[in-house]
């Protein structure tokens, strides 16, 4: 072999790059495409009120997904919640 390497036997299996699903849709992609879809259009003086027990995961997993969702699209988001619902609005 050139330069002395000797060829090792592969441990995994190869796929063609052109297979390779590229993005990111995690978990919480449905309940994050919804809320920015349905903040679409909202008054300034409106906000969504998302029952918490609707929701796929706590609180803290789905406005982590929503704050990475609305920077990516270049979205000003806010959110607040009590102990039965998550608030969401355009800020």
Known sequence: MPGGKRKVGRTFKVAER???PTGRKGKHNRIVTQILSDLEG???EQCLRIP???LSDSKVNIRSALNRASRKAHLSVSTAADEEFLYVWNS
């Open 52 to 54: 918490l027990s609707e």
């Open 42 to 44: 909202l008054g300034s």
């Open 18 to 20: 052109s297979t390779v």
